[in-house]
């Protein structure tokens, strides 16, 4: 049962959403330092927006938004990053619909994930990331931001969104 949420039965191999039902079983991993960062990627068809947590594992910062350069490009780009920023786990954002079901973007996203798990040797979650995108626009419009700005910072403002919830759930599947 998590410890964060009366009523939920996530453990240590499911996802907890908060005030959701968990959906996803995940491979029981060994839990990382305290001392690492954790990454959240927001993929997307033509972008990926990146957040990246502090040691701590408190606050989660939006970082940039990668353009979209092939699925191999992209592995590599987010590979590197988890080596140059000291990355002990990489949350995902899973778009379901809004019925919870998997429909065909989050079908594109595992596919994604499943190559990054391959490439990198730190745990890769999923993490429901509905209504972060929609959240993040809402955040942007009310700090009056250009409409070019708002399209380029969305996708990163999403990831981070989501990175704090899953942070602020315990880091379900990291560290307790």
Known sequence: MCVN??????????????WRTPVFKLRKMPAPSMHTRALGLDVGSKTIG???SDPG??????????RRRGEQNDVAA??????????????????LELDGTVGHR???????VK???AAVEIPVLLWDERFSTAAAKRTLLATDTSRARQKAQVDALAAQFFL????????PGGHQ
């Not at 987010?78 to 778009?95: K, S, Y």
């Not at 704090?164 to 880091?171: E, I, T, V």
């Open 57 to 66: 594992a408190a606050i989660a910062t939006a970082h940039e938004v990668l």
């Open 5 to 18: 949420h009366p009523g939920c039965w996530a453990g240590e191999a499911r996802v907890c959403l908060g």
């Open 115 to 117: 190559a990054l798990e």
């Open 78 to 95: 987010v590979r590197t990053f988890c080596q140059d920023h000291a990355v002990g786990r990489i949350v995902v954002g899973l778009p």
């Open 50 to 52: 990146m957040a990246v």
């Open 106 to 112: 989050a079908r594109r996203v595992k596919r994604f």
């Open 164 to 171: 704090q919830g899953w942070l602020d759930a315990g880091c």
